[in-house]
């Protein structure tokens, strides 16, 4: 069962968090599954990122799991998207608690407590994220993880009484907000200076779509992050492979090598091999 935390901890302005590692360092494997045929897609490394080959209109999900043994919390981000609250993505989220060991596949977009709309692989223009105004960030699943607060058990002292919550200033709403204001010029700046040509292969082609609902159950928790910051930070890229052929992730002539049986592998019934 999915289990979700609604919010645990004052809103604070994260910065300066440990770099992106790759998707399987840390306690939490990321993994991308094809629910159409293809299973685990697998990631090809390529200028110290990790990229998948998506199929349009397949559907998707992430694979979430926890190597170790204790509680974490895992913020989900597709697109730059909270996968459960549907805001601009933020590791002080909310997000999905995994006990020890226990491996979770999110397939969609939380609506409720029982149901999500799926993940699916569409045009980058068709995405949630851009069709809510947000496309700077269309082509990359991320996630933040966090240890859970414990208490000593050899501690037997009686704890002081617990201090309000400062409620979330402001302030630190308006400074994402800039920052991100800041990346996206940035970003736009860089844009501009390829050529045609490699403007064309810059363009990203596929993004997330608001697929069809379907039943998956979750339930509120109760979760204490340990520290203000994560322990992890994860993504993995993706895109059409025709793209990543263009961006020098894949070599030019790559093919998809399908191991699945098949009714008609060859035109004639060869002879036995000889005994």
């Known amino acids: 069962m999915y289990r979700f935390l609604a919010s645990v901890l004052s809103v604070v302005a994260l910065c300066g968090f440990s770099p992106v590692r790759p998707a399987d360092e840390g306690p939490v494997q990321l993994s991308v599954i094809d629910r159409d045929g293809e299973g685990e897609l697998e990631q090809y490394p390529h200028r110290g990122q990790r990229w998948v080959a998506g199929s349009p209109g397949h559907r998707y999900s992430v694979r979430m799991q926890n190597r170790s043994g204790q509680r974490v919390l895992v ?16 590791p002080s989220q909310s997000g999905y608690v995994l006990e020890p060991w226990q491996s979770s596949e999110i397939t969609g977009w939380r609506k409720s407590n029982a149901e999500v709309a799926q993940f699916v692989f569409t045009a980058s223009s068709d995405s949630y994220a851009s069709r809510t105004g947000r496309p700077a960030n269309v082509g990359v699943i991320g996630i933040a993880v966090f240890n859970e607060a414990r208490r000593p058990v050899y501690d037997v002292r009686p704890l002081p009484a617990p201090r309000p919550m400062p409620r979330p200033m402001p302030q630190y709403e308006d400074r994402a907000e800039a920052s991100a204001s800041a990346s996206s010029s940035g970003r736009a700046a860089e844009a501009a200076a390829p050529s045609a040509m490699a403007k064309s292969e810059s363009r ?26 994560p322990v992890q930070v994860s993504e993995v890229r993706y895109d059409s492979r025709q793209r990543l052929v263009a961006l020098g992730v894949l070599p030019r002539g790559h093919r998809r090598v399908d191991n699945s049986p098949q009714a008609f592998p060859s035109g004639f019934v060869p002879d036995p091999p000889a005994r």
């Open 75 to 90: 913020v989900l981000s597709v697109d730059g998207v909270n996968a459960i609250t549907g805001q601009t993505a933020s």
């Open 204 to 229: 990203q082609r596929l993004g997330t779509g608001h697929g069809e609902r379907e039943w998956s159950s979750s339930s509120l928790t109760s979760f204490e992050r340990a520290s203000r910051n």
